[in-house]
């Protein structure tokens, strides 16, 4: 009898215990959301406040009104569509193609013995620990030599954007993709060759249904860093019409940052939504990519 | 490497069918007019090195797309293809660029610059000269009428070859008794102190570049000799006015005095940019603050950002937790926005006076700290935004990795007695940190070359007083170069810039050569093998 009330007694402090616990932690989880989404929230109301400039932000501005956006989406030097789709565009490209070079390439990798392999596999994360800032002077020469002879291949072009982009594919992102083909047993593609498969057949029919996930991790990682990329594009891009926008961002910011901070606030919202749609619906999978290999780090 | 197993070796051996041969045939052939046809066209432009990598490359493809022993590597050869073109030829150049002086100043090559410095003239005191008449339009325009030492007649005009027409040629009239015409169509003839008068007229060049004519005194005109003449034994110009000598010194042609000629051309100046960087005592002081900084940035960020985000993960590692996934989306929030747009946010709101922290600040202690004006305190903005930044990125990560730690192990060893704080300084941690290791060593390796954060946030300021070269108390050596090279304040400097480009190279190499020799990585190549 005492046995069992003592028991009891000692299940209910342990759950009062736990209980204290939880609490504490959310109190801690308040304070650390405070600190995560305050800048958020400020640019969101940094975005209704109808002024418009630094100085006379509020948290709660008085007579919030949407008037920075319909700036935003009519002011001539801030053509906010045109970039956002340019930046779509470019990034949209250069994720497709790059995961198919990658995919592609790492398949060769994780299937295929061959002299060098090794050595090329580690070649590449040598490759990729050159920082290519500086290379941008050499890319500029090359970019605009190529536009002499091609203008499409050339400087202000987004077509050569993209392909300085891609020129990335043979990045860190093989290693993930390999890592994650390794994990596919041979068994699959040996039985399926005794059936007289070719190496297509079998890496288009058989695992590539079974890379979905991973697909998509890269193909979103890719994107996600390509559309924040604003160096080269800089570099590369100089007419109004061709930015993408995160370099416009950067212009507009550097020119009539106080000033304008409303607009820009409503800009920087508007261009950072889809991305963090993208991670938040589909966090689950990016995590789970994200602790296979250091992709954003 | 060693073994290769049976169905490997028939993997790689194995004959493609007719047609895709055909169709890789068709592929090539496309390809290799595109490129010899885009090959002619750079040459003619004189783009060698380009047309050199593009020639390269070209051959390499070719060669894997038609030998039967290539087969992997075509898998690939359009990913390597684009890598060597888009990031090893601009890693080459940066190499070679690093053992020259290129750079501001230094931007032509020798022949340009010498070709250029050829086209300096002089006019000779002494020498071959003409008898001249000048002549004015009414729109001000001059024209000379030159007799030569044979008596022959000469037309001179700007930007025009001396002709020599006869009388009804180009408007030219009669010629008078001293072979001079009455009139030019266009022009009005000035008598002799009309020209004296014209304090314009001396200042005209008369005829094409290469042949140029110029007044000399009332009676002559003369032609304009090259200045300096390029002479190959000595490596210099000589100038033909003074006799000067003007000896090539690293690019840039000098006289033992010191004297210079603009412009310099690029030459290649061995390992001085390397021995600067090491040596130079201009350059000491802010060099080492700047690599001191570089390290310790990178090192307290990742410091930092691990230790807030591995302590929520343990946190709130707890499967029954509420709203555990809603506190989840809500904490990864800074992860998401691209870094661009979260650190120009920052930017304003550390701003001073304006901005909405400094504000508060203000309102609470009467005082905020002045975050971009004072080099402590920048780097203290600094690393809380990078905080900001990327601990959602560390709590994933260990959030995962705590999730893969059997919980036998903390169980057996609170059997055995161990505090809590114990099995997680003993138990969790190490085993967490062989999981997350190679993750933390590319954080490392990202920070310290972290461009973004610095440039955008406030572009390494504040400066530092009397450096050499424009350099910030939270430059980074990345953002320092980037400055060298690009921003031009105090002239660019490309191949110095390069020459750091490949001390960061070999820092961030080594590091990743560790990474190789001491985590997962390097076993998952060799049991491969």
């Known amino acids: 009898m005492s046995r069992a009330v003592g028991s009891r007694g000692r299940l209910s402090s342990a759950k009062a215990q736990r209980r204290a616990s939880i609490g504490t932690r959310l109190v801690v989880a308040v304070l650390l959301i405070v600190f995560s989404i305050f800048p958020v929230l400020w640019v969101v109301s940094a975005s209704l406040n109808p002024t418009g400039t630094l100085a006379t932000q509020t948290l709660i501005p008085r007579n919030p009104g949407f008037g920075n956006y319909r700036t935003l989406l009519t002011l001539d030097q801030f053509p906010f569509w045109t970039w956002f789709l340019n930046s779509l565009k470019v990034a949209g490209i250069s994720a497709v193609v790059s995961l198919a070079i990658t995919t592609v390439a790492s398949y060769a990798f994780s299937r295929f013995r061959f002299r060098g392999r090794q050595t090329m596999l580690k070649a590449l994360l040598l490759i990729n620990a050159f920082p290519t800032l500086l290379a941008l002077v050499a890319t500029f020469l090359m970019i605009s030599q190529a536009g002499d002879v091609i203008p499409v291949l050339g400087l202000n072009s987004h077509a050569s954007l993209i392909l300085v982009y891609l020129g990335g594919a043979m990045g860190v992102n093989i290693w993930l993709m390999k890592g994650f083909l390794d994990t596919i047993p041979r068994d699959i593609d040996e039985s399926a060759m005794v059936e007289g498969a070719t190496d297509w057949q079998i890496f288009t029919k058989l695992v590539l249904p079974l890379l979905r996930p991973i697909l998509i991790v890269i193909l979103i990682l890719n994107y996600i860093g390509t559309y924040g990329e604003f160096v080269l594009a800089r570099v590369l891009l100089r007419s109004n019409e061709t930015y993408t926008l995160m370099v416009g961002l950067q212009i507009f910011a550097g020119a009539q940052f106080t000033q304008r901070w409303g607009v820009f606030a409503a800009g920087a919202l508007m261009g950072a939504l889809p991305i963090m749609i993208i991670y938040l619906a589909l966090q689950d999978q990016i995590v789970g990519g994200l602790t296979q290999g250091a992709v954003k780090g | ?529």
């Open chain 2, 1 to 529: 490497m060693a073994t290769v197993t049976l169905q490997n070796a028939r993997k790689v051996g194995r004959p493609s069918p007719v047609l895709p041969r055909l169709f890789r045939l068709a592929i090539v052939v496309a390809m290799d007019s595109l490129v010899v046809w885009f090959l002619l066209k750079l040459a003619a432009l004189g783009y060698y090195p380009f047309a050199a990598a593009i020639g390269i490359i070209a051959l390499f493809v070719n060669v894997v797309l038609l030998r039967k022993e290539t087969y992997p590597i075509r898998w690939m050869v359009v990913g390597l293809a684009l890598m060597a073109l888009f990031v090893i030829y601009p890693i080459i150049f940066t190499v070679w660029v690093a053992f020259t002086n290129y750079g501001e100043g230094h931007l032509i090559t020798k022949e340009q610059a010498i070709d250029q410095l050829s086209k300096q003239t002089y006019l000779p005191p002494e020498g071959k000269a003409y008898a001249w008449t000048a002549f004015k339009s009414p729109e001000g325009e001059y024209a000379l009428w030159l007799i030569g030492e044979g008596g022959n007649g000469y037309l001179a005009r700007p930007g025009e070859p001396l002709a020599q027409p006869q009388p009804g040629e180009l408007g030219v009239g009669e010629l008078d008794a001293s072979g001079i015409p009455q009139e030019i169509e266009g022009y009005e003839r000035l008598n002799a102190f009309l020209a004296a008068a014209d304090s314009n007229l001396t200042q005209v060049m008369f005829g094409e570049e290469g042949n140029t004519i110029q007044v000399r005194s009332p009676r002559e005109a003369a032609e304009l000799l090259p200045l300096y003449v390029y002479d190959r034994q000595q490596d210099a110009m000589i100038d033909q006015q003074t006799g000067l000598v003007y000896i090539n010194l690293r690019g840039t042609f000098t006289t033992s005095s010191g004297q210079s000629l603009r412009p310099g051309f690029m030459e290649s100046i061995g390992l001085d940019n390397f021995e600067n960087f090491f040596i130079s005592p201009a350059l000491r002081g802010p060099l080492v603050q700047l690599v001191t900084w570089n390290f310790a940035f990178a090192i307290l960020s990742l410091l930092l950002n691990f230790s807030l985000g591995l302590a929520i993960a343990v946190l709130f590692n707890d499967p029954d937790f509420p709203l555990k996934k809603l506190i989840r989306s809500l904490l990864i929030i800074p992860y998401t926005v691209p870094a661009l747009i979260t650190i120009l946010i920052w930017r304003g709101m550390l701003n001073p006076e304006l901005g909405v922290i400094d504000r508060a600040l203000e309102g609470l202690f009467g005082w905020a700290p002045p975050w971009f004006t004072n080099a402590w305190w920048a780097k203290v903005a600094i690393l809380l935004v990078n905080l900001w930044l990327s601990y959602p990125y560390f709590m994933l990560i260990c959030s995962g990795a705590l999730q893969s730690i059997p919980d036998e192990l903390a169980e057996a060893a609170t059997v055995d007695g161990a505090s809590s704080w114990q099995r997680f300084w003993r138990i969790t941690l190490p085993l967490l940190l062989v999981a997350v290791g190679p993750l933390l060593i590319a954080s490392f390796i990202f920070n310290f070359n972290n461009f973004n954060l610095i440039y955008l946030f406030n572009a390494g300021g504040p400066p530092m007083a009397n450096t050499p070269t424009p350099a910030g108390h939270t430059d980074i050596l990345i953002s320092y170069v980037y400055n060298l090279a690009f921003s031009g304040s105090r002239g660019v400097d490309y191949g110095f810039a390069s020459a750091i480009t490949i001390v960061i190279f070999f820092i961030v190499a080594s590091i990743t050569l560790f990474q190789f020799r001491y985590t997962r990585m390097w076993e998952e190549v060799s049991e491969n093998v």
